[in-house]
């Protein structure tokens, strides 16, 4: 009884940690995430539900504007670099810009 009981607690606790959102089974799209989270959430509306932004010119990463995604590790790499509008500079290295970009396109793959 005891075995059984661990296999269904241990069952569950699997798939309650599971997602039904491929895209977060990508490692570098969870770096990304945490990414946006630590350096762009105060201005930036970094989910993919989430439309309105802290600060007004800070795009929604889910946005038309951000869906644009040519050039994007470029264009990170200098925003992030010196700055944009009233945003400051953030030090990011060149694989956390690879992660933050593949973070924010995979907001438009859905």
């Known amino acids: 009884m005891d075995r059984r ?5 241990l069952t569950l606790g699997l798939s309650a940690c599971a997602t039904s959102d491929a895209r ?3 490692e570098p799209v969870v770096r990304g ?6 350096a762009c959430a105060t201005c930036h509306a970094i989910e993919a539900g989430d439309a309105t932004s802290r ?8 946005s038309l504007e951000m869906r644009h995604t040519v050039g994007l590790e470029g ?11 009233s945003m400051a500079p953030v030090a990011l ?11 924010i396109e995979s907001l438009h793959t859905h």
């Not at 290295?93 to 973070?103: K, S």
């Open 24 to 26: 977060m089974l990508d």
């Open 33 to 38: 995430l945490h990414i946006a989270q630590r």
């Open 55 to 62: 600060a007004r010119r800070a795009a929604p990463f889910a």
């Open 93 to 103: 290295t060149i694989g956390e810009l690879a992660d933050l970009r593949a973070y």
């Open 75 to 85: 264009r990170l790499a200098v925003l992030t670099s010196k700055g944009h509008y």
């Open 5 to 9: 009981f661990a296999i269904m607690v």
